[in-house]
């Protein structure tokens, strides 16, 4: 026995800190039974979290069956559950939601590491951050109160007028609407934007842009050709973020995206996305609503999940071609 | 809520004790009906569901706590009425409160309700009366003619949520607002000729409804239903389908108010107690089936109380229940009742005791009345927070409903006074 542990112990030494599959000498068994409960705990969550969401939404799936997914009414009054409006208003405002903070969650990143004078760096960085720190009903009352307003009465007619009411600026406006959604969605992921692609531009090689720079390169060719590449895969981490919290967010997003869900026909069109229908629904649902609720998060799940294998896959393939 | 009979007697007897001698105290000024014994005023149950019954419960529980000397029942919470009806099959809560009737929609007893359980399980008595205002805003108009406020019937309402009516200028909705209109005067072959113009605006009606589970969409869609069944096919449910494109979902009361209120050329309808709280917007005159135009207000919402049929019931399951469209003279035609819903016998619900039950039966007994035995009822408060009490002929029957709750097959409750 004491032969035994001891060459454990060796191998626990020489080789890693997990303490390989026998358990350890008596005094390090404390240790050796946390991590293993640890990682047991997490990884039972997560299974009984997909079996409970399986488990809610399989009467949905056996009732309706491909429907949930195709279906373009989502009406519980009338029992029909087709999530197609649903998904469709969660990709395009998470999409749009993307094209709007990634330019200037990295403008602000790189202006607070290469434009910004030291003694303003800390104080804007930390107004950046104080966006991650506002409650998300906080972000729909704003929306509610000062958006809705503003964009019904101005920002709407003049994006109308200016695209001339062309595709995605079309149709009926009343503030509410996908783009409100969307323009919420943008300021609630810029602080994890901005975060994340800060620390990855941050730790670019000085030596690389100096290199750049004295190679004759202008500031901006510095930026785009080297400081960019260099930390994209850094930035690709920070768009997945971003767009993880804006596929999942619930509260602001219902107080501002019309909550009526249909095909969305523009930007102007109201709707609901997954979250936000979850979020508005559950309190009241029962019986078979209940079980196409289960659905949609499923639908999310899997959605969220991509979202996240895609970006991987896309960082690993960055990675690849850069080495 | 489940207590071991050990707990439940530990604290009883504590309770009992110490309150011992404030019972004896406050005894005198007790009424025979919801006097309690000491060990009784240490007890409690517990409530939630609808939040439309909020302000009602919470203002008539510290009073009932005050008038019976009970110490121990805890306040009500808004939890909404499905969670409500789910909450007493799962005795989480022992009164369970929903705008429609348990039994009504076809999620009762589905999945979050406790398996095997049945409508007959149950007894379910109105506690409060209320209506439903449909508050517009179109400023302009508000502005222009202060004194007459839009007015709508069944038809053009129908025809609003049912997404066929889309402009406020429609024919239909002119037709109906002979004093919203501007004059014009020609001289046409040197006669003046007077001219009227229909002057609501061509801008297209934005119809608000709750995208939430609500008992006020019931209540709405029953009346919508009843009046003109052809227009507006759906049946009563608790979920609103959306209008048509231009409408837009808002969550609970406070909600639809809101986003009414942000949007213009927008029509809502809320509990009326939103109108009377918010009031930066006008309520909608609607024409009831007696072809008068009527404002929303206690006075009219109460006009038909005593016409309308008696509820009825039947192995648990209670009908004739829909209040709407009144035929009295004054009559507000969009209105219903609030429910309570206990278990029938209540020692099913295990842990429960005796002391607990008949806490909960008197002052459910007590709720129901405007007075009893001389003193302010539940109804009082109900008054007092903008519903309008309940009409004798309920009442007696929401009594006699109560006077059939069990406690171990036996209903001995029936001293509740009178």
Excluded at chain 1, 87 to 102: D, E, F, K, R, S
Excluded at chain 1, 140 to 165: D, H, Q, R, Y
Excluded at chain 1, 240 to 252: N, P, Q, S, V
Excluded at chain 2, 349 to 374: R, Y
């Amino acid at each position: 026995m004491t032969e035994e542990s001891s060459s454990t112990k060796t191998r626990l030494l020489s080789r890693d800190l997990t303490g390989g599959i026998h358990p350890p000498v008596k005094s390090d068994l404390g240790y050796w039974l946390s991590i293993r409960a640890g990682a047991l705990i997490f990884g039972a969550a997560i299974v009984l979290f997909v079996w409970s969401i399986l488990h809610q939404s399989l009467s949905a799936w056996t009732s309706h069956g491909i429907h949930i997914l195709t279906g373009t009414v989502w009406s519980p009054s009338t029992s029909n559950y087709g999530a197609l409006p649903l998904i469709l208003a969660t990709l395009i405002t998470t999409a749009v939601a993307l094209l709007v903070a990634v330019p200037i969650g990295l403008g602000t990143s790189l202006t607070i590491i290469f434009f910004l004078p030291q003694r303003l760096k800390t104080p804007i960085t930390s107004l950046v951050e104080l966006l991650a720190a506002v409650p998300s009903v906080v972000y729909g009352l704003w929306g509610l109160f000062v958006l809705v307003p503003w964009m019904n009465t101005t920002i709407e007619p003049k994006l109308a007028s200016i695209t001339g009411g062309g595709f995605p600026f079309n149709g009926a406006t009343n503030g509410f609407g996908l783009l409100l959604a969307s323009i919420v969605l943008s300021v609630m992921i810029l602080p994890t934007i901005v975060a994340i692609s800060r620390d990855v531009i941050a730790a670019v090689p000085h030596e690389q842009i100096e290199g750049a720079l004295s190679l004759g390169a202008t500031k901006s060719q510095t930026l785009l050709k080297v400081v960019l590449p260099e930390a994209r895969t850094g930035i690709f981490g920070a768009i997945t973020l971003g767009a993880g919290r804006a596929l999942g967010e619930t509260i602001a997003v219902a107080m501002v995206i019309g909550s009526n869900p249909q095909i969305p026909k523009s930007l102007f069109s109201t709707g609901a996305t997954l979250s936000s229908t979850i979020a508005t629904e559950f309190g009241e649902a029962s019986g078979a609503q209940l079980a196409a609720l289960g659905a949609l998060a499923l639908i999310l799940m899997v959605i969220t999940a991509s979202v996240n294998a895609g970006a991987r896959t896309l960082t690993r393939r960055a990675l690849r071609g850069h080495a | 809520m489940k207590k071991t009979l050990r707990g439940t007697l530990a604290v009883t007897f504590a309770a009992g004790a110490l309150l011992s001698t404030l019972a004896i105290s406050a005894g005198a000024s007790i009424t025979s009906d919801i006097s309690l014994t000491s060990a009784q005023q240490g007890v409690s149950f517990s409530s939630d569901g609808s939040s439309f019954d909020e302000p009602f419960f919470n203002s008539a529980i510290p009073v009932y706590l005050t008038e019976s000397g009970n110490t121990k029942v805890g306040l009500y919470n808004p939890v909404g009425s499905t969670q409500g009806k789910k909450d007493v099959s799962n005795d989480v809560v022992q009164l369970g409160a929903s705008d429609v009737p348990l039994g009504q929609v076809s999620s009762d007893f589905g999945s979050g309700f406790a398996s095997g359980d049945k409508l007959s399980n149950y007894v379910q008595v109105p506690v409060v009366f209320g209506g439903v205002a449909l508050m517009y805003n179109l400023p302009s108009i508000t502005k222009k003619f202060p004194k007459y406020p839009v007015i709508l019937n069944a038809s053009t309402l129908a025809g609003i949520y049912a997404g066929k009516i889309t402009t406020w200028n429609s024919p239909s909705i002119c037709a109906l607002n002979p004093r919203i209109v501007t004059t014009t005067t020609k001289k046409v072959n040197g006669k003046k000729k007077t001219t009227s113009k229909c002057a609501l605006p061509s801008t297209t009606i934005v119809p608000v409804y709750r995208a939430d589970g609500s008992g006020t969409s019931y209540i709405f869609m029953d009346y919508l239903h009843t009046t003109d069944p052809s227009v507006y096919t759906t049946s009563p449910s608790t979920t609103f389908p959306s209008p048509n494109s231009n409408s837009l979902g808002a969550q609970k009361n406070f909600g639809v108010a809101n986003t009414t209120e942000t949007t213009p050329n927008s029509i809502g309808y809320v509990e009326y107690s939103y109108v009377l709280q918010q009031h930066t917007l006008p309520a909608a005159r609607i024409v009831n089936a007696a072809k008068q135009t009527v404002t929303i207000s206690s006075k009219s919402i109460s006009a038909d109380l005593n016409n309308i049929p008696t509820p009825s019931e039947t192995n648990g399951a209670v009908s004739n229940f829909s209040a709407v469209n009144g035929s009295s003279a004054g009559a507000y035609p969009i209105a219903g009742f609030s429910w309570a819903i206990v278990r029938a016998d209540l020692s099913t619900d295990s842990g429960f005791s005796q002391d607990q039950a008949t806490v909960l039966v008197k002052f459910l007994d007590w709720a129901v009345q405007s007075t009893s035995s001389g003193k302010s009822g539940g109804q009082n408060i109900a008054a007092e927070e903008g519903y309008v009490p309940l009409p004798s002929k309920v009442v007696a029957w929401a009594r006699n409903e109560i006077q059939t709750i069990k406690y171990n097959g036996n209903a001995n409750f029936a001293n509740l006074g009178s």
